[in-house]
């Protein structure tokens, strides 16, 4: 059976979303991020495959290592799809920032 990784899953992980800001900076190997995790590499490594999977990732060799980088386009539909929401909550903060401004500025008076 041949599961398909859904990417609002994977980056539900926090351990995926380090991954993904380290790898954001600059293309790493496996061993590299896996440096920068309290964890046995084995588990990053699979994390590293989820990502992959999601196609968040996209590795690429340069003799015998694997460098793992962030797929911008895959990024961007991410980015795409919450941008509606995030301007909604802006629009309904901005709204409330107002309303206690104007309860302020009525009770200094």
């Known amino acids: 059976m041949n599961l398909r990784r859904d990417a609002f899953q994977a ?11 380290l790898v954001a900076a600059q293309a790493m190997t496996a061993g590299a991020i896996a440096a920068s995790f309290d964890t046995a590499r084995p588990t990053v490594s699979k994390h ?14 340069s003799g015998r290592e694997i460098y793992y980088h962030l797929n911008p386009a895959r990024m961007k539909e991410i980015a795409d799809f919450i941008e509606p929401f995030r301007q909604m909550w802006d629009d309904r903060f901005n709204k409330l920032e ?9 009770s200094t008076d």
């Open 98 to 106: 107002s309303i206690l401004q104007a309860r302020q500025a009525k």
């Open 48 to 61: 590293l495959q989820i990502l992959t999977e999601c196609e968040l990732l996209k590795q690429q060799q």
């Open 11 to 21: 980056i539900a992980d926090p351990t995926r979303r380090a991954i993904l800001l």
